[in-house]
């Protein structure tokens, strides 16, 4: 199949994780795909890994303004349009405390989390309307619904998304422009240890503890879940879809 065939996609955080199997499943299903990312080298490797060739690489820190400009800019200036978006690009939080979280720490966070799918939509969207069709797949977290103690701005920026996919979904609604947000549970993905504190062996046995066996399904998520997930988002198959928050996440949420 070819879900995607002829279509333009710009997927943020492409170079690792969830982020790298969605670039490589929407190139797949027939997409031209910018893959973004802020590590130019990790970029290139999810290109060169990529089974289609309409692909390119941009190094974007999808906090800053100027690099988002571009990154659409550019995108629409190689393949002649825009039509989907996934915001993929993300930051963890290790256990701090709220007296101990630092401003630093905390706009660190919601820069990525939250403030990079404000900038995509404001310079993606000019796009989208004038073709009055687009499909925006936000990834937030379960952390966005389910909070747990010690990850307070990383919630906060989740709760951020979730809310900002929804406000988005109303307002670019009569532009046939639809918004949708994916929470994905604990992932099997680099960033996992980075929530945890310790030695590798304590982060072992804490991944386990507090993450695996936290899900009903008694398994980590899979980057490639959370993609089929976003091609779903992405494509026809969802096309009365708008608003929506689908946890992927073995139950974690219930």
């Avoid at 993300?90 to 403030?115: H, R, Y």
């Avoid at 046939?176 to 549970?185: E, F, L």
């Avoid at 980590?220 to 089929?228: R, W, Y």
């Amino acid at each position: 199949m070819s879900l995607l065939k002829g279509r333009t996609a710009i997927v943020t955080g492409a170079g690792s994780g969830m982020g790298k199997a969605i670039a490589h499943l929407f190139a797949k299903q027939g997409a031209n795909v910018t893959i973004a990312d802020i590590n130019d080298e990790s970029a290139k490797t999810t290109a060169d890994t990529a089974a289609h060739q309409r692909v390119q690489t941009i190094q974007a820190d999808v906090a800053s303004e100027s690099d988002v400009d571009s990154l659409v800019s550019k995108t629409v200036a190689a393949y002649g349009g825009l039509d989907i978006v996934v915001n993929c690009a993300g930051v963890p939080q290790s256990f701090t405390s709220i007296e101990e979280l630092t401003m630093e720490q905390w706009d660190a966070i919601m820069n990525v989390n939250s403030k990079s799918i404000f900038l995509m939509a404001k310079y993606a969207v000019p796009f989208m309307k004038k073709q009055k069709s687009g499909s925006i797949v936000n990834i937030a977290s379960i952390a966005g619904i389910r909070a747990r103690p010690g990850l307070n701005a990383y919630c906060a920026s989740k709760g951020a998304a979730i809310m900002l996919t929804k406000a988005l979904a109303l307002e670019l609604a009569p532009f046939q422009i639809r918004v949708n947000v994916i929470n994905p549970g604990p992932a099997n993905t680099p960033m996992i240890g980075q929530f945890l504190v310790g030695d590798e062996t304590d982060k072992e046995e804490g991944m386990k503890r507090i993450f695996q066996d936290s899900v009903p399904l008694g398994m980590l998520i899979e980057p490639e879940d959370i993609a089929q997930g976003a091609l779903y988002l992405a494509s026809d198959l969802s096309k009365i879809v708008t608003g929506e928050i689908l946890n992927i996440d073995g139950g974690r949420g219930i």
